[in-house]
């Protein structure tokens, strides 16, 4: 299983960016999928999750800013980024709870980051 995330870049205070992660590889089933960042000097922190039944929730600094949605039968999770705030400047990683195969245990896969900078 293999998690790959895109759509990191450089954006001006107030603009906008789309992250996406697609999951790819032999799976079972896919629960939560979510979105941590981690801030220079910062440990890494959750910014936003969905489960499988697309029920969200966020970290409080990104609240009406942000969006998380997926798409079940593309294995793809997107955070939509807007308003965009020095302080959201970042590694955003994708993280996916996947069952690999029936009758074993759900395993957490990271993606391998995506540097997302807000400067002018």
């Known amino acids: 299983v293999q998690l790959q995330a895109s759509g990191g870049g450089l954006v001006q205070p107030g603009g906008s960016l789309r992250l996406s992660c697609a999951a790819s590889?032999?799976?079972?089933?896919?629960?939560?999928m979510g979105w941590y960042r981690q801030r220079p000097g910062k440990q890494r922190e959750l910014v936003a999750a969905?489960?499988?039944?697309?029920?969200?929730n966020y970290a409080d600094s990104v609240k009406d800013r942000f969006t998380i949605s997926r798409e079940n039968a593309k294995n793809t999770v997107w955070l939509q980024m807007n308003s965009l705030k020095p302080e959201d400047t970042a590694v955003y990683y994708c993280?996916?709870?996947?069952?690999?195969?029936?009758?074993?245990?759900?395993?957490?896969?990271w993606g391998q980051g995506t540097q997302v900078t807000v400067s002018s």
């Open positions: 993280n996916a709870a996947i069952i690999p195969q029936w009758a074993l245990p759900e395993r957490s896969y």
């Open positions: 590889g032999s799976m079972y089933s896919i629960n939560d």
């Open positions: 969905i489960t499988s039944a697309g029920s969200t």
